[in-house]
């Protein structure tokens, strides 16, 4: 089992940053190559960001590209997502997920664990 915590929401203005984090325990943290997702109110789970357990990989999102960023830290079991230039249609609950082999990262059914999530609010 893993069990990831996030944390680092909360209430921002337009053009403002934010950084998510997300803590991992259980298992070998680095076994498992992590994603970040998001959910809007009545919009489908969307996928934001991937990074390889070794963080020499990542992957994003098109419409994200270049204002968010993925990384991690395996010596302290932590992923991080930096986004800047937030937008109103940012707001979301952001959630991390863990995935046990590299393959359709975009998809949320390929992720194994999940954390509950982390409330995201960007005021106009």
């Known amino acids: 089992q893993v069990q990831l915590v996030e944390s680092g929401g909360g209430l921002v203005q337009a053009g403002g940053s934010l950084r998510l984090s997300c803590a991992a325990s259980?298992?070998?943290?680095?076994?498992?190559?992590m994603g970040w997702f998001r959910q809007a109110p009545g919009k489908e789970r969307e996928f934001v960001a991937a990074?390889?357990?070794?963080?020499?990989?990542?992957y994003y999102a098109d419409s994200l590209k270049g204002r968010f960023t993925i990384s991690s830290d395996n010596a302290k079991n932590t992923v991080y997502l930096q986004m800047n230039s937030l937008k109103p249609e940012d707001t979301a609950v952001y959630y991390c997920?863990?995935?046990?082999?590299?393959?359709?990262?975009?998809?949320?059914?390929?992720?194994?664990?999940w954390g509950q999530g982390t409330q995201v609010t960007v005021s106009s």
């Open positions: 997920a863990a995935a046990g082999s590299w393959r359709m990262m975009t998809m949320w059914g390929s992720y194994d664990y």
């Open positions: 259980g298992r070998t943290f680095s076994n498992y190559h």
């Open positions: 990074i390889t357990w070794s963080g020499g990989d990542t």
